[in-house]
C-alpha cells in the first residue's frame, strides 16, 4: 500500500516528467514548423493533416523516444527541488532508508517503462504509418533506390535479379529469374527490362529469353513481351528504412523472417528497430538510477 511519502514523490515525479515532455515538445514543434513552412506552403496538405496527420504523430513519436532522456531531467530537477527544500535530509534523517525512499522512483518509472513498451510495440507503428505517409506526399523528395546488382529469393529455388530498379517507372532493369532445383538450374528468364502493373500486380518483361534446361537439353525461347505471376512486389527492391517502424512487432518479426530469406539488407535495419522497441523503454531503470543518485 502507497504511503503518503510514495504518493508525494509520485506526484512530484509525474507532475515534472509531463512538464518536461510538454515544454520540450512545444520547442520541437515550433522548430519543426519553422524548418518545413515552406515545404507546407508549396503543398496542397489541409490544416487537418498537417496538424492531425503529422504533428500529432510526430510528438507521440518523439515523446516515446526520448522518454528515457524525460525521465532523467524529470528525476534530476525534482530531487534537487527536494534537496533544496531540505526534504530529502528530512526524510532520510527520520529514519527512512535509501533504498525505500527510492522505491516510488522506481515504481512510477516501472509505470513508464510498461507504457512505453506498449506505446513502442502496438500504437507507435500505427502513427509512423500515418506521419510518413504525410511525409511522402507533402515533403520528402521521392524515394530511389541506390543499390545496384539486386538479388531476391521470391521462393525456395527461385531467384530475381535485377542491376538497377527505377521508382518512379516500376521498371527493374537487366532483369533475371531463375529456378534452381537443389543445386541443378532448370530455368533462366532474361530481359531488358521489367515493368510491375500496379492493376494487375503482375510483372512483364521485355525482349526476354526462356533458357529451359531439360535433359535431353537445352531449349532457348525468345519473345518481345510475356505477362509473369511472381512474388516479388517493388517493396522487396527497395524502400525507406523508416518503413520498418510502421509495422507493429508481431508484423515486424515476420517481415525480418522473409528479408532474411531473401537475402535483403533491409533486415538489418527491422532488427535494429526491433530491438530498440524493447531496449529504449528499459533504459527508464538507468535514467532514473543515475538522476537519483
Not at 527541488?81 to 532508508?97: F, K, N, P, Q, T
Not at 511525409?135 to 530511389?144: L, M
Not at 533475371?176 to 533462366?188: I, N, V
Not at 509495422?247 to 523472417?257: A, G, S, V, W, Y
Request: charged share 25%; aromatic share 14%.
Amino acid at each position: 500500500m502507497l504511503k503518503r511519502l510514495d504518493r508525494y514523490i509520485i506526484r512530484q515525479f509525474l507532475g515534472t516528467f509531463l512538464f518536461i515532455l510538454l515544454a520540450i515538445m512545444a520547442i520541437a514543434v515550433v522548430f519543426d514548423i519553422s524548418e518545413k513552412t515552406q515545404d507546407f506552403a508549396n503543398t496542397k496538405a489541409t490544416l487537418g493533416e498537417i496538424v492531425v496527420d503529422y504533428y500529432v504523430n510526430f510528438v507521440l513519436f518523439y515523446a516515446n523516444l526520448f522518454s528515457g532522456l524525460f525521465i532523467f531531467l524529470a528525476v534530476l530537477i525534482f530531487t534537487s527541488r527536494l534537496a533544496h527544500r531540505s526534504e530529502v535530509i528530512a526524510i532520510l534523517s527520520s529514519g527512512v532508508s535509501f533504498g525505500r525512499f527510492s522505491r516510488p522512483y522506481f515504481l512510477v518509472a516501472t509505470l513508464l517503462t510498461g507504457l512505453s513498451l506498449w506505446v513502442g510495440h502496438f500504437l507507435l507503428p500505427d502513427a509512423n504509418k500515418v506521419r510518413l505517409a504525410f511525409e511522402e506526399a507533402y515533403v520528402r523528395v521521392p524515394f530511389r533506390v541506390q543499390d545496384r546488382h539486386l538479388h531476391r529469393e521470391i521462393a525456395p529455388g527461385a531467384i530475381a535479379y535485377c542491376e538497377s530498379y527505377a521508382v518512379d517507372q516500376r521498371t527493374a532493369f537487366r532483369f533475371s529469374l531463375e529456378q534452381w532445383d537443389g543445386t541443378e538450374l532448370r530455368k533462366k528468364l532474361l530481359s531488358d527490362r521489367a515493368v510491375f502493373d500496379t492493376t494487375t500486380g503482375h510483372w512483364t518483361v521485355f525482349d526476354y529469353t526462356l533458357r529451359t534446361f531439360e535433359p535431353e537439353g537445352e531449349r532457348i525461347h525468345k519473345g518481345a513481351r510475356l505477362d509473369t505471376a511472381i512474388a516479388l512486389v517493388p517493396g522487396d527492391l527497395g524502400r525507406r528504412n523508416e518503413v520498418t517502424s510502421a509495422m507493429r512487432t508481431p508484423e515486424l518479426d515476420r517481415f525480418i523472417e522473409e528479408e532474411t530469406a531473401r537475402g535483403s539488407n533491409t533486415k538489418v535495419f527491422a532488427l535494429i528497430e526491433r530491438h530498440q522497441r524493447t531496449s529504449y523503454p528499459f533504459a527508464s531503470y538507468v535514467f532514473t538510477l543515475i538522476g537519483l543518485s
